[in-house]
């Protein structure tokens, strides 16, 4: 009867888990739903980090004291080289006449390296381009070595192609 009782007690264990298992029928839920509790909140960043000045606060802070910290500037000397860095640049733009045209063919390049990259993406997507795609990258890749790099007059002529090329875009000095 010891037996009988023990696997009545273990089937009733078993059976709110898995009733197929055991083959009999789940007891009623006599527990209501439980409730899951949440982790509890990190502690505020002043309170995580004590003995750190507020403007800093545990890194987080302005990114100007982060870097006058590390480097031991005061935040106007280390605002100084941006300037100096845009210089060059707002000298060209003052430079340029026609800054519509400039800021219209800007915005096209911007819009078609985006359309570009659609499309190509477009393309990975398909299941056989890619793979023949590679095949033909690989192909040309072997064709231009043969032709331009394997042997020396070839290789000369090359370079010095790319010499003209070169000199005809930045000018010759």
């Known amino acids: 009867m010891a ?11 078993c059976a ?7 083959g009999a029928k ?39 004291n982060v870097l006058a910290k590390a480097t031991g500037e005061s935040p106007a000397e280390a605002t100084t080289e941006f300037p100096e860095i845009v210089k060059p640049v707002q000298e060209l733009w003052d430079k340029l006449e026609d800054k519509y045209a400039v800021a219209s063919l800007a915005v096209a390049s911007i819009i078609g ?29 072997g064709w231009f070595a043969y032709q331009n790099l394997i042997f020396t007059p070839d290789r000369e002529a090359l370079i010095a192609k790319i010499k003209g090329v070169y000199e005809n875009i930045i000018g010759s000095s």
Not at 3 to 13: F, I, R, V
Not at 16 to 22: G, Y
Not at 29 to 45: F, G, K, Q, T
């Open 26 to 64: 789940a007891p009623a839920r006599r527990h209501a739903a439980r409730r899951v509790r949440l982790p509890p909140l990190p502690p505020p960043r002043s309170a995580a980090c004590p003995g750190l000045l507020q403007t800093a606060s545990c890194g987080h802070g302005n990114a100007r």
């Open 113 to 141: 390296l985006w359309t570009a990259a659609g499309v190509i993406s477009a393309i990975d997507r398909l299941p056989v381009v890619p793979g023949i795609l590679e095949l033909v990258g690989i192909g040309y890749t």
């Open 3 to 13: 037996s009988s009782s023990a696997a009545a007690a273990a089937a009733a264990t």
């Open 16 to 22: 709110h888990r898995s009733p197929a298992l055991a």
